[in-house]
């Protein structure tokens, strides 16, 4: 597609579960961001990808937060032993060379019971 | 995390009024830009502010890069109901690197 797709678009968990969020990023686009989003409030940093490269994690909230790109293209964060304080919506963003914009996908909400 | 300062937090105007809303940071940044939020979808880019000083419009759009790099403004000219939304600040530092975001301008207008 011409977008940024994330998969899926509403998750609900239950307290415990581990959960995996896809991000199908543009053709081409070197540079993939995720945000986490809490109800609210603007997007916050978590991970930034150059291809398959993680160069910066330092926005994930604790270990139990993975993100992964192993192709360069599609990238999967996983929340392990989700808890209640992860509800929010997760956005992927990916830009094609520096100095461009970043793209944002449509979001995942995730609901923690 | 750090967030930037963006005010106000909500605004109701009557449709064909203009609006303004602006961000302040303690730190520098080197790119200020304005999305547009709309429920259930991700942000928007607006405006993108490359140089201290510059004003760039887009359509009913005019955002400023403050002198001193902590600072931005956005002026919607003329509102119309469909720029109902949330509109976000955010600051970048290098040109390929993460966003920093304000928490938001909620914006209703009423036709």
């Known amino acids: 597609g011409a977008g940024v797709s994330q998969s899926p678009r509403y998750k609900v968990a239950k307290r415990g579960q581990d959960v995996a969020l896809r991000c199908d990023p543009i053709?081409?686009?070197?540079?993939l961001f995720w945000y986490q989003q809490a109800l609210g409030q603007g997007p916050e940093f978590l991970t930034y990808?150059?291809?398959?490269?993680?160069?910066?994690k330092s926005g994930l909230p604790s270990d139990r937060f993975f993100a992964e790109r192993p192709e360069g293209s599609v990238s999967t964060l996983k929340i392990q032993r989700t808890q209640q304080e992860d509800s929010a919506v997760y956005l992927c963003a990916c830009l094609q060379r520096a100095g461009e914009t970043q793209y944002f996908g449509p979001g995942t909400r995730l609901l923690v019971l | 995390g750090q967030q930037l300062n963006q005010s106000p937090q909500s605004m109701f105007i009557q449709e064909g009024e203009d609006v303004s809303m602006n961000c302040t940071s303690s730190s520098i940044f080197n790119t200020w830009l304005w999305y547009k939020q709309d429920p259930g979808e991700g942000p928007v880019l607006l405006i993108a502010?490359?140089?201290?000083?510059e004003l760039t419009s887009n359509g009913r759009l005019t955002a400023q890069f403050g002198i001193t790099r902590k600072d931005s403004f956005l002026n919607i000219s003329a509102s119309i109901p469909s720029d109902v939304g949330i509109y976000f600040c955010a600051g970048q530092r290098g040109s390929n690197y993460k966003l920093t975001f304000g928490k938001g301008t909620l914006l209703t207008v009423n036709p």
């Open positions: 502010l490359y140089k201290a000083g």
């Open positions: 990808f150059q291809n398959e490269a993680q160069l910066d």
């Open positions: 053709s081409g686009h070197v540079s």
